[in-house]
């Protein structure tokens, strides 16, 4: 039996690099035993972690393609004679450095992948093969054959921080002590800036506040460096490696957790925390604020798919993983996520995961979150309307995005809705969002639309917002919250 062509080329820079051993996936796990991909998947972390350089085939849409690609030559290129030792003379050509496009490399098959994010971030050293040109990136940042020498472009695929990350491990018993002591991982404190020159004279205490205070942050999770003086949580730094690795592409959706696993391993050796369906329990309330918009595919005749149900288990439904589409959003994402304050409206009363295999941060058999919030009954919304309950302007809202197959509201519930005689429907808010430390802050609210299903339990089958901007006061979103606060009362949910 011969290799693949990829293999093979592999096997040369293994031995031209004097390396003595190499790992390969398709040799070393059996590709037709989910058990032992499952073991095996529990081990990435270890095997990327460990290894001396990880070979990223960059170039290569399957395993018969190879990683060595012929390099168009043209006629205007520069060229000088070269001997290396006993082998013949040969050309060596040489061609500016502009025609070595990192967009190119950025957008080969490698990075469309949604496994190969995790085996890039934890390899130490990473050589990769393009199709014009090879990059070598490390902790210290990356270089390319036209000679430049930068640091990531983008935090979510910094070796560096994943190298910080690992520095931390010492702390994990500090880190866990907060958690334990009920401090949330971002703490605001203002600081009176007031001198004897400048006494406030008939101002109002949001002025104050304003005019007469210094707002800081401190760090209970650890903290990590931005270009430009900003900083990110580690729970900062998770939700943006979701954000992209759920625009990447999987062969069989069900392995959304298990293509995360060695990345959520090396998080969970830092901080200590709880793991569930990717979700870090310490950010849990943050982090169900996720939608996700649909991914349609065009048919042979020009025509859209329309979304289908799912029809199988990927997660429980108030975790991010549990639909399919285009990249997950977190609300209030921004580049200093920490200057939203986090105001949970719903208490969590408890969580729960129940792997399908042996790795604890793969594939899951189910799932519950139960919470403890302000909720209100909603008619069903693909039945003609009745307002009977009330809050008709937030009911007119919720039939307006469910309607459509391009909202991330209507796309995420034709996905799950399951429906039954008897169904119930339901609003339950989670949190609100505020800024901090801006003259006119800007307040989010966001809320499940859930379902009853026949076994008592609720179904996350949509998520909804609204927002308060002082500067853009809408009139329709105070009016909707004016009316779930008028037909909200505090009751206790079991999500599935």
């Avoid at 004279?201 to 760090?219: D, G, P």
């Avoid at 990110?232 to 939700?239: C, G, K, N, P, V």
């Avoid at 391993?265 to 200590?272: A, L, S, Y």
């Avoid at 790795?359 to 039945?383: E, H, I, M």
Wanted: net charge positive; aromatic share 12%; glycine share 6%.
């Amino acid at each position: 039996m011969s290799f693949p062509q990829t293999l093979q080329d592999a096997i040369i820079i293994t031995r031209k690099l004097e390396i003595p051993y190499l790992w390969i996936d398709a040799i070393c796990i059996k590709q037709d035993s989910e058990d032992d991909w499952a073991r095996e998947a529990s081990k990435m972390r270890d095997v990327y972690r460990g290894a001396f350089v990880t070979i990223a085939a960059a170039c290569a849409s399957k395993s018969s393609s190879g990683i060595f690609k012929e390099r168009p030559i043209r006629e205007s290129y520069c060229w000088i004679r070269w001997q290396d030792g006993g082998i013949a003379p040969h050309n060596v050509f040489l061609r500016p450095g502009t025609e070595l496009a990192d967009t190119t490399l950025r957008s080969s098959p490698i990075n469309t992948r949604g496994w190969t994010i995790q085996e890039t971030l934890l390899a130490p050293r990473t050589l990769f093969f393009g199709a014009e040109q090879m990059l070598f990136e490390c902790v210290e940042g990356q270089i390319d054959e036209a000679g430049r020498s930068t640091p990531a472009t983008e935090s979510y695929r910094s070796k560096a921080f994943m190298h910080e990350l690992a520095q931390n491990k010492p702390y994990v018993m500090f880190y866990k002590l907060m958690r334990f002591l009920r401090i949330p991982p971002v703490v605001h404190i203002y600081l009176p800036r007031l001198t004897s020159g400048n006494l406030p004279f008939k101002r109002t205490l949001r002025s104050l506040a304003i005019h007469y205070s210094r707002h800081e942050r401190f760090y209970t999770q650890g903290l990590l460096a931005l270009p430009g003086g900003l900083f990110i949580t580690f729970y900062d730094l998770w939700r943006d490696i979701v954000n992209r690795y759920s625009s990447r592409q999987l062969s069989k959706d069900d392995d959304v957790l298990p293509a995360l696993s060695g990345l959520a391993d090396e998080f969970n050796q830092v901080t200590g925390d709880h793991y569930f369906a990717g979700i870090w329990k310490d950010d849990l309330i943050r982090s169900l604020t996720w939608s996700r918009g649909a991914l349609r595919k065009k048919r042979r005749n020009g025509s859209v798919e329309h979304v289908q149900p799912l029809t199988t288990y990927l997660a429980p439904s108030w975790s991010w993983a549990s639909v399919t589409g285009k990249s997950i959003i977190f609300q209030g994402a921004m580049p200093d996520q920490s200057s939203w304050r986090i105001i949970r409206s719903a208490k969590v009363v408890d969580v729960s995961t129940e792997p399908s295999t042996l790795d604890q941060f793969g594939k899951l058999r189910s799932g519950s979150l139960t919470l403890r919030g302000p909720f209100a009954f909603v008619d069903n919304p693909q039945n003609p309307p009745r307002f009977a309950i009330g809050m008709v302007e937030f009911q007119k809202q919720i039939r307006s995005a469910l309607r459509s197959q391009i909202t991330p509201q209507g796309h995420e519930f034709r996905q799950k809705h399951q429906e039954y005689t008897g169904q119930q429907f339901g609003l339950l808010e989670i949190c609100t969002m505020k800024q901090t430390g801006v003259q006119f802050p800007i307040t989010e609210v966001h809320f499940f639309l859930l379902e009853s299903d026949p076994k008592g339990s609720w179904r996350r089958v949509a998520g909804f917002s609204q927002r308060r901007d002082p500067v853009f006061a809408g009139e329709l979103d105070e009016t909707m919250l004016r009316e779930f606060a008028t037909m909200s009362f505090r009751r206790k949910i079991t999500i599935v």
